[in-house]
């Protein structure tokens, strides 16, 4: 028989646990839960509420969500009398499918000799290797603003020298809940659950079956921000308990300066343990020391981790994508901009010629101007300005000329500042009379010997911005006028307005469209009246012409185009005798829809009625009919 002593003794103490919490019902604790990795263990092992790399699904799966960029770990340490602890793992943050991690945890040793009793006397048969092997699988999600779940399997695998193995599958579920930073307390608060080995594992290695007991951890972590973001603070807390097992519980700080330089240190069931770490770049180096068992008998480990940070941060993936969705923006808001240019162009060129032709040299200069901004190049623009300026120049020469002779003429000049002054008042009193349009004429009259007048300008502006409020306000009432039939009314109130609005281009080609509808109005209320006065005293072949006339307005006037038919049907004019053929086609349309509207189907005897009238448009008895058919439908589709 074989005696592992040595190796009882050196794994019995590495749990952490008394000798009667070993054999108790709970079971014997795994190795691995001291922790993982020099920052979680430099913290006292309080890492359950606030993980930040690749060891975060050791503490607590659902605190992976903490880990903000791709994160490898890799951690080494060596516990006692060369039992030694290695890690290596890796967790994979993604932008809209929770955070992934993976990772394998060693614990083992080599050269444990082993015995054999021979009649009573110990006989050595050689050295032997023990290790302990864990891989795990972890996943966490969001969940619902700020809260986290999370899962981690593992496959545990144990080996004694070559005659003994086994493999044990459990499952640690996790919970993380971040509170909502308002600027109050609970900023930067932290609070998270692991259920280690919720489903536990089992292990049977020789004739020894052991189930892994369930461990509860609880933690709570709260972080400050100093030094406008460049510093952090924060303090953790994690209480773990699992049955016949006394609480435990473990406090950390951990101070980061500038996020580069880290100084940890924490109490784990009263032993003090420190470390701190450095990050240069992608790189951070960090240390812990710590004591892995209550018992005196083993001094303080020291462990190493090495983490690398791959690619860029959530954050900085966010903004990036952010950055990306605004460049494809200015590309779509570059090609509309330069739509719009070419409108622009177009637009200001149609505006340039119309204020050219019209010798309103300034405003054509300034579309022509506008569209060498736009195009500098643009040969058509380049010709009109020139024929502008040449215009222009003979325009300013002549006025050059003028103002000469008005500084020859002092007294002309005096007079021409009394015409300012007389033009002005004038103005201002037609201005208080409302009388837009004389307002505007003496203040022109007045700016035409004094241009630079800034008062004579700004006044012009705002009577012709009132004007057009008065225009827009006469147009609404006309043809609020018109739906009256007050056709008389509605024309004397846009008349009125256009006396006020002339020369002003835009005000006056509004009016002109809104007299033109109101002719149409006119001629045709006209037309009907004239159409109705014949029908009514039987002259219904001059009655047709100014029915046609109307329907050329209101096609689909059902009254109209009645009378219409109905005079048609009543005049002479242009009257062909049917052949046969199309008497007998005529004859057997009328009955159809005879037949069709006694047994209710009015639309389909309308219908057939209807063509039977484009081969007979003078038949009465037809005209009749559709109108029959007509009120019928009118009469059923009555709410």
Request: hydrophobic share 35%; net charge neutral.
């Amino acid at each position: 028989m074989r005696l592992k002593l040595v190796f009882v003794c050196l794994f019995g103490l590495l749990t952490g646990v008394s000798e009667a919490e070993v054999n108790g019902d709970a079971g014997r604790e795994s190795p691995f839960s001291i922790g993982i990795g020099a920052r979680g263990l430099g913290l006292g092992g309080a890492s359950v509420a606030f993980p930040e790399d690749a060891s975060a699904f050791s503490w607590n799966p659902a605190g992976m969500l903490l880990v903000q960029s791709k994160n490898a770990l890799f951690s080494q340490t060596t516990l006692f009398e060369g039992v030694q602890y290695h890690f290596i793992g890796y967790v994979h943050p993604t932008l809209n499918a929770g955070v992934f991690g993976f990772g394998f945890s060693r614990v083992g040793t080599d050269g444990i000799p082993g015995y054999e009793e021979i009649q009573g006397v110990p006989v050595s048969t050689g050295d032997f290797d023990y290790w302990w092997g864990k891989l795990s699988l972890a996943y966490a999600l969001p969940v619902y603003r700020g809260l986290a779940v999370g899962l981690n399997l593992e496959v545990n695998r144990q080996v004694m020298g070559s005659q003994y193995a086994t493999n044990g599958f459990g499952l640690d579920t996790g919970i993380h809940y971040t509170f909502p930073g308002n600027g109050g307390f609970l900023d930067g608060l932290h609070l998270g659950m692991n259920l280690v080995h919720a489903v536990n594992p089992r292990m049977k290695l020789g004739t020894r079956t052991e189930t892994l007991p369930t461990v509860t951890r609880i933690g709570l972590a709260k972080a400050f921000s100093l030094r406008d973001g460049q510093d952090r603070l924060v303090f953790l807390s994690d209480v773990d308990w699992l049955k016949n097992r006394k609480l435990h519980y473990h406090l950390g700080g951990e101070y980061a300066f500038d996020h580069l330089v880290f100084f940890r240190m924490g109490v784990d069931q009263g032993s003090l343990s420190f470390g701190g770490g450095i990050r240069y770049r992608a790189i951070q180096f960090d240390y812990a020391t710590a004591k892995m068992s209550e018992s005196d008998f083993f001094r303080r480990s020291h462990l190493f981790s090495l983490s690398v940070h791959i690619g860029k941060s959530l954050p900085e993936t966010r903004e990036e994508l952010r950055l990306r969705h605004e460049e494809e923006m200015q590309v779509q808001l570059q090609e509309k901009m330069e739509q719009d240019r070419r409108k622009r162009i177009r637009d200001a060129l149609q505006s340039g010629q119309e204020y050219l032709h019209k010798g309103d040299y300034f405003n054509a200069r300034i579309e022509f101007n506008r569209v060498l901004r736009e195009d500098r190049n643009n040969t058509r623009a380049q010709e009109f300005l020139r024929i502008t300026e040449e215009r222009e120049l003979e325009w300013q020469q002549a006025r050059q000329d003028s103002i000469l002779r008005e500084e020859r003429e002092r007294l002309e000049i005096r007079q021409n500042l009394e015409l300012v002054n007389a033009r002005l008042k004038e103005g201002n009193q037609a201005m208080e009379r409302g009388d837009y349009q004389r307002a505007i004429e003496r203040w022109r009259e007045a700016l035409a010997v004094d241009p630079g007048n800034a008062i004579l300008i700004r006044y012009i502006q705002q009577a012709r911005g009132e004007l057009e409020r008065q225009v827009n306000r006469a147009i609404s009432r006309a043809r609020n006028l018109v739906q009256q039939e007050n056709l008389s009314e509605a024309r004397n109130v846009l008349e009125q307005a256009r006396s006020q609005a002339v020369g002003i281009p835009s005000l006056e080609n509004l009016l002109n469209q809104e007299i033109r509808r109101l002719a149409q109005a006119v001629d045709y209320v006209s037309n009907v009246q004239a159409g109705i006065e014949r029908f009514n005293r039987g002259q219904f072949e001059e009655a047709v012409p100014f029915f046609k006339r109307a329907l050329e307005y209101q096609p689909d006037n059902d009254r109209i185009l009645t009378l219409y038919r109905n005079a048609m049907a009543r005049s002479a004019k242009d009257e062909r005798p049917l052949s046969e053929e199309e008497q007998r086609e005529v004859r057997g349309k009328m009955n159809e829809g005879l037949r069709l509207y006694r047994d209710g189907r009015y639309e389909e005897a309308l219908q057939v009625w209807e063509e039977a009238l484009i081969l007979d448009p003078h038949n009465v008895n037809l005209i009749q009919a559709i109108e029959g058919a007509k009120q019928k439908l009118q009469t059923f589709r009555k709410p």
